[in-house]
């Protein structure tokens, strides 16, 4: 308080300066009245009286400024002086200040784009109260399910939720696709199944209108619909009277409850939530890992706390139910970092690219101010001389490097509105509704402040090293020297170090730039063992009550298959339960092999299980290695048949001859059929973030139809021109189906690494803006130099020096400086490269012959920037240098 | 013959506080009564008076308020302020001990 008093008493003294002053001088004039009128009441002359009071005062002017000093004014006013005054040697020298300036706004700019990535997607992905007590909960089988697969068997969510100490509320969901019956059109929908206490875990209200009751969670009870506010606007114009109004969702009747406030989107931005209604018979489960859990810790209970509470009992239920429940694991993971795994090493990386080319940015503006401090010795020394101390210098450098850093700021403010709009829309909106925090990347308080901060920071930064680096002036010495001013060897080699390190960080940001990149171009063929151009794929579901039995399925899906084969131009039609870079993980099972139970309980083999249609191979044109695949011999009443992955067969028949050999799902005692491997086809890479190709097993579509699929078709022209036919196809067979997911193959692949993409650009901008950085480093210290060695070089060419000689010796040191630069940061990229290559698994790998390259691109840079001083220096001509002083 | 401006650092302050401890007073008083009360031993360079009474001004141990004087003009009164009060009588307390362990070394060493 009593700070924030006397800072109010100091600016009322700065303002109303004048009235303060003149209050000063009544006081002081008083005073000496007082004085005056004293001695002459002992008898001196007026004249006598007032040279006495002067005397015994002192000199009035020093008093005055120590009272303005004691009142705090001078060190504000000092300070706006010195703003004034860098203001207009800023003006001065226009192009040192726009130079300087974007040099920063750069660094600074690059800083405020990806934190305002971190700040949306790291920090703050979702808007909920609490979201650190926010867990994810799942049971995890020991076997590499990815992160898609984490669910929980609906009998031990029962038992989780009646004896546990650790969560405040445990809830359950399930995405489901609806087909919206509107105006006797059907539209494909998602939605999701939630536990009537879902919103009460999240702690949100509707923004009108109701949440679930527990008896809703009832079957039959269960018709009631809670609609987002997205789907609220699209679909309803945003009237407030639909609540109690009824809505068709897979040819059932539901009623409008509630709707959702706007940033309200977890678990994806779905259209609308219905209750989870399971049976008694599926409550009862424990043998299907089938419903997403999530829970709010306890407050005070920690994620580790919740963990050992879990790991007990997960043991406990291992006891119990040793059939089902052995070797499952119940596991908890903030909601938060739910997505870490990705996210995390990327924009870490990519916001420490960005801290580097800032500190490019420093390195290049610290060199350019001192070599400008050089002209400015005499003024320096000019200021030191009348009584400026060191503090008041340094106020003065950091005043003037805060105006740039401020100036710099407030550009990179401006732009990041730009570049953070291109950065949001730079990935489709279809995936980015996926990535919790993506639509929130925007400049908000948070990155404001960051920016601010980082710009005040690198001005305040440089400032000091500003007065650092001219500290110690003699005043005496340098106002007697004539000419430009000259440079101490410490002086210079501070400078040189400076380079030195321009050149390794650029160094290290091109071999980080170039990893990255060669890792997305390396993703982008990543997609093996497949063709996936002149593809169209349409996801397909069926309700569950209209086709409830297989042989309804298998009817729908035979009728698709031929009525879309027999269009012209399509050369193959098939079905796949998840087709390649659909960025989900497939599901994973457990399979037992007929014959010696060679494997240890541990290594029970896993696979992932996809359901495809006879010509799907023919599609997609995977390769056929050994043996058959399947045809429409393989009907539902013949021999169950398999067809595994290439990688499946080499680890668990590696001296060949997998065809005829028996497999089952599950483990020994599971009642699935025993399946006979009729052939062997190449390798698929799922998704990008798979590290290798999984071993798969395909069951044949007719022998286990499924629901939902995915139609793939072959065409001979522009897959997209196909779409209606196959609309057309679908509403002969069944009016109320609907198609989702309609798209060529080949544009789901760029979309399904488009993070990745935008990644590569970044690093490769950064890399660029590192290279021209560090050149025009090189390229500034060189040319400061020759201006300053001039008279040199005049006296050595009126020596007889050659062009050749003089061409060595500028060279010679920009290839020092940089050589000194490459070794220090040799080892330093490989580390960097090394922990990349771990960090960012699949993508990016160490590599010696792009980090030579680099290393051979930064020496000729240099030399470039080299060449052209040294080029000023052999048109030296002796007699001008020799007389220019 | 040591100058009054020798006085110890931060003397001046706890003289000036003292001073105007009963009554408001100007600078020009304040001066007077120093020299006074301490019977012409301690003699304030006048001018170095004002500096100090802005300094506390600023720390708030004291505030100015502008009256008029015995003869009728108009001049600038400093008064202590509650925190004032409480400094004044800590630092008196310190400055005692402190001349009083002085004098004890003096006598007995």
Redesign the interface.
């Known amino acids: 308080m009593?700070r924030l008093?006397?800072i109010f008493?100091r600016l009322r003294n700065l303002f109303h300066k004048d009235a303060v002053e003149r209050?000063?001088d009544?006081?002081?004039c008083?005073?000496l009245?007082?004085?005056i009128?004293e001695h002459a009441a002992v008898g001196m002359s007026p004249e006598e009286a007032r040279r006495a009071a002067l005397l015994?005062?002192?000199?009035?002017e020093?008093?005055k400024e120590?009272?303005r000093?004691?009142?705090?004014v001078n060190r504000i006013e000092s300070l706006l002086a010195d703003l004034r005054y860098g203001f207009r040697t800023l003006r001065k020298s226009p192009g040192f200040a726009v130079v300087s300036v974007l040099t920063l706004a750069l660094g600074i700019g690059a800083n405020a784009a990806i934190f305002s990535m971190v700040n949306a997607l790291l920090l703050h992905p979702y808007s909920f109260r609490n979201l650190d007590s926010l867990v994810r909960v799942w049971e995890d089988r020991g076997i590499d399910e990815g992160y898609d697969a984490r669910y929980i068997a609906p009998a031990d969510v029962e038992d989780l939720r009646s004896s546990n100490g650790v969560f405040e509320g445990l809830t359950t969901y399930n995405y489901q696709s609806f087909g919206l019956g509107m105006e006797g059109d059907v539209q494909p929908i998602l939605g999701c199944r939630v536990s009537a206490n879902f919103f009460d875990v999240f702690a949100v209200s509707p923004a009108a209108g109701r949440l679930f009751v527990a008896a809703e969670e009832q079957p039959g009870a269960d018709q009631v619909v809670i609609l987002s506010y997205g789907s609220w606007q699209r679909r309803f114009g945003g009237d407030p009277r639909v609540l109690g109004k009824t809505i068709s969702l897979n040819g059932r009747v539901y009623t409008l409850v509630g709707i959702m406030p706007k940033d309200f989107d977890y678990p994806v931005p779905v259209e609308l939530w219905v209750p989870l209604a399971l049976t008694p018979g599926e409550k009862a489960d424990r043998t299907q890992l089938s419903l997403n859990a999530l829970a709010r810790l306890k407050p005070g209970i920690t994620v580790s706390q919740a963990g050992a509470a879990l790991a007990g009992f997960s043991h406990r239920l291992e006891r119990e139910y040793p059939r089902t429940n052995a070797g499952r694991a119940t596991t908890l993971l903030q909601l938060r970092k739910e997505l870490y795994v990705f996210t995390l090493p990327l924009f870490l990386l990519l916001q420490a690219a960005a801290g580097f080319v800032l500190l490019l940015a420093c390195a290049n503006l610290a060199n350019l101010v001192f070599a400008r401090m050089i002209g400015r010795q005499r003024e320096i020394a000019l200021r030191a001389a009348l009584g400026a101390g060191r503090g008041r210098l340094g106020q003065l450098f950091i005043s003037e490097t805060l105006l740039y850093s401020f100036a710099a700021g407030v550009a990179a403010i401006v732009a990041s509105f730009a570049s953070v709009r291109a950065l949001r829309n730079s990935i489709p909106a279809g995936w980015t509704k996926w990535v919790p925090g993506w639509d929130g990347i925007r400049v908000d308080g948070n990155v404001l402040a960051f920016t601010i901060l980082v710009a005040l920071g690198v001005g305040f930064l440089l400032g000091l090293a500003t007065v650092l680096h001219t500290s110690r002036v003699e005043p005496n010495k340098t106002l007697k020297e004539t000419g430009t001013g000259t440079v101490t060897r410490a002086k210079r080699r501070v400078r040189n170090a400076l380079v030195v390190a321009q050149v390794m960080f650029a160094l290290i940001l091109l071999v980080c730039a170039g990893l990255t990149i060669q890792g997305f171009g390396r993703l982008a063929s990543v997609y093996q063992g497949f063709e996936p151009a002149s593809v169209l794929r349409v996801e397909i579901s069926l309700p569950k009550n209209s086709y409830s039995d297989k042989v309804k399925i298998n009817n729908f899906y035979q009728q698709l298959l031929r009525g879309t084969a027999s269009l012209s131009g399509v050369q193959h039609a098939s079905l796949i339960t998840n087709p390649p870079a659909s960025n989900i993980d497939s599901e994973t099972t457990f399979f037992t092999m007929e014959g010696p139970a060679a494997l240890k309980a541990s290594e029970v083999p896993s696979a992932d299980l996809q359901i495809a249609s006879p010509d799907f191979f023919d599609t997609l044109k995977i390769s056929s290695i050994v043996g058959r695949v399947f045809s429409d011999r393989d009907g539902s009443d013949s021999a169950r048949v398999a067809v595994i992955s290439r990688g499946m067969a080499n680890r668990f028949w590696p001296k060949g001859g997998a065809p005829g050999h028996r497999i089952k799902l599950g483990p020994q005692d599971s009642t699935e059929p025993w399946l006979t491997i009729v052939g062997v086809v190449g390798d698929v890479r799922q998704n990008w973030w798979n590290p290798s190709t999984r071993p798969v097993i395909y069951k044949p579509f007719a022998q286990v139809p499924q629901r939902s699929m995915t139609l793939l078709l072959r065409t001979s022209s522009n897959p997209t021109s196909y779409i209606s036919a196959v609309r057309d196809v679908v509403r002969k067979i069944d009016l109320g189906i609907a198609l989702r997911g309609i798209n060529t193959l080949e544009e789901e692949v760029a979309d399904s690494i488009a993070i990745v993409r935008i990644m590569g650009i970044l690093m490769g901008i950064f890399g660029v803006v590192a290279l021209a950085l560090s050149s025009l480093g090189v390229y500034g210290v060189l040319s400061e130099s020759v201006a300053q060695r001039t008279h040199e070089i005049g006296i050595r060419l009126a020596l007889g020096a050659k062009p050749r000689d003089l061409l060595k010796l500028i060279l010679g040191q920009a290839l020092k400086l940089t050589a000194i630069g490459l070794v220090i940061a040799v080892p330093c990229a490989v580390a960097i490269s090394r922990a990349m290559a771990s960090l960012i698994f699949g993508v990016v790998s160490v590599d010696f012959a792009m980090l030579g390259g680099f290393t051979a691109l930064l020496f000729l840079v240099a030399l470039g920037a080299g060449y052209l001083p040294a080029r000023r220096a052999i048109g030296v001509d002796p007699m001008v240098s020799l007389r220019y002083e | 013959m040591s100058k009054p401006t020798d006085l110890v650092q931060g003397t001046l302050d706890l003289l000036i506080l003292k001073s105007i401890a009963l009554a408001p007073m100007?600078?020009?008083a304040i001066a007077q009564r120093i020299r006074h009360v301490s019977k012409d031993v301690l003699q304030v360079?006048?001018?170095?008076l004002?500096?100090?009474l802005?300094?506390l001004?600023?720390?708030?141990w004291i505030t100015a308020e502008w009256g008029e004087?015995e003869?009728n003009?108009?001049?600038?009164y400093y008064s202590l302020t509650k925190s004032g009060k409480k400094y004044l009588q800590s630092e008196q307390a310190n400055w005692e001990r402190l001349s009083a362990a002085i004098g004890l070394v003096l006598k007995r060493a």
């Open positions: 009593r008093q006397s008493h209050e000063t009544q006081e002081l008083f005073h009245e007082r004085q009128a015994e005062f002192g000199g009035v020093q008093f120590e009272c000093e004691a009142r705090g | 100007h600078g020009w360079n006048q001018g170095a004002y500096p100090a802005h300094r001004e600023q720390q708030h004087s003869n003009r108009r001049a600038k």
